[in-house]
């Protein structure tokens, strides 16, 4: 596999331009609306400090996330919000000053919400993509200029598990970028959730410069644990410790439904699973020996015990650094009501909540 350089070790940031708040649930008539309270959000919450903070760790680049609402006015489609924009110039100018590279995430397009089920499908509705095409050649417009420094991420995770329909979309954007821009570095996932299991679903295409990525947060349970957003796991309410003797994930699985024979070829859950999970990946990479492969999301909420957070992200980054697959770690900040937080820095000084983890982040 080629190296994916200056974006071989990252952080994630969410919980500025996307997560600032959580849609679904708010009433069906509002959930679609900026207020005055989301700009001043987006006006305060994170500053050149951060990114300082940030290039600290000895990263060498930040996933920035943002959501097609905040910079789309949804009842004036195609319209941008400058004053939006404005903070990803300023997030890029501090980016640059620190020496770290940036991938610029749509987290959440219109129709294509985790947390939002409501709304019409992004992937049956093609008013919708239409919008998400527009809004990336909009970025290529304003960050033409800029080459390797900055990466496109298409999508989050497509919500879903139609891999034809989203591998019509991701080729339709990257065919239009391509006839404005052919280095642009473009960045893919998978369907259902950007699924480990379902790389081999996506279209690999005959450009060197489409990089593929995948997201992992098995085992759901553990890395889920009591999450307020998980209804079952919430409704389970148990600690899931990593790594763990079987038992208690067979009887969370037995008992949310009624599986009971989960994970019947393991005693433990721990290294070996997590290397069996991740086996797809390098199955990915062994059938695309010339393509470059990144796992662009993993991570676990920080409600549980932190030596648990240690275990699970040591096991995890072994795996991929044994297969020299580049990693962008979620999640450096989460708003406090984040169902799922996943933060890695405290709230008030933003200091590591784990200095063991920072330093996984070093080679």
Not at 95 to 117: E, F, M, Q
Not at 203 to 231: I, S
Request: hydrophobic letters at 35%; a negative charge.
């Amino acid at each position: 596999m080629r190296e994916f350089t200056g974006y071989m070790r990252g952080m994630g940031l969410g919980g500025w331009l996307t997560n600032y708040k959580r849609i679904g649930q708010l009433p069906v008539d509002k959930r679609l609306d900026l207020t005055v309270g989301d700009l001043e959000h987006f006006d305060s919450y994170i500053t050149e400090a951060d990114v300082r903070n940030l290039a600290s760790f000895g990263i060498d680049h930040v996933r920035l996330g943002f959501d097609q609402l905040a910079l789309e006015d949804n009842d004036n489609p195609y319209h941008y919000r400058e004053e939006v924009f404005r903070h990803i110039d300023d997030f890029l100018g501090w980016a640059a000053k620190y020496r770290l590279n940036v991938i610029l995430n749509l987290h959440k397009a219109i129709g294509c919400y985790c947390d939002c089920p409501s709304m019409k499908p992004l992937l049956d509705t093609p008013e919708y993509q239409d919008r998400f095409v527009a809004l990336w050649l909009e970025f290529e417009r304003r960050y033409h200029d800029k080459g390797d420094e900055i990466v496109f991420e298409l999508m989050n995770e497509v919500t879903g598990g139609d891999a034809l329909k989203w591998n019509e979309l991701y080729k339709r954007a990257i065919a239009e970028l391509r006839r404005v821009n052919p280095t642009r570095y473009i960045m893919v996932g998978s369907a259902e959730w950007n699924s480990v299991n379902r790389l081999r679903d996506l279209d690999v295409l005959d450009d060197e410069r489409v990089v593929y990525t995948f997201h992992f947060y098995a085992p759901f349970e553990f890395t889920h644990q009591r999450g307020v957003l998980q209804p079952m796991n919430h409704y389970y309410n148990r600690e899931m410790p990593y790594p763990c003797e079987v038992g208690r994930y067979r009887d969370c699985q037995e008992f949310l439904y009624g599986r009971k024979h989960a994970y019947a070829d393991y005693e433990e859950i721990g290294r070996k699973f997590i290397r069996d999970q991740l086996a797809p990946a390098k199955e990915f990479i062994d059938a695309h020996p010339d393509a470059i492969l990144t796992c662009g999301e993993f991570g676990t909420i920080r409600s549980c015990p932190t030596i648990w957070r240690e275990n699970w992200f040591a096991d995890v980054i072994e795996f991929l650094d044994d297969n020299s697959i580049p990693f962008t770690i979620w999640n450096y900040l989460s708003t406090p009501y984040d169902g799922n937080r996943f933060s890695l820095v405290d709230d008030d000084f933003r200091r590591p909540v784990s200095e063991k983890i920072i330093g996984m982040l070093r080679r």
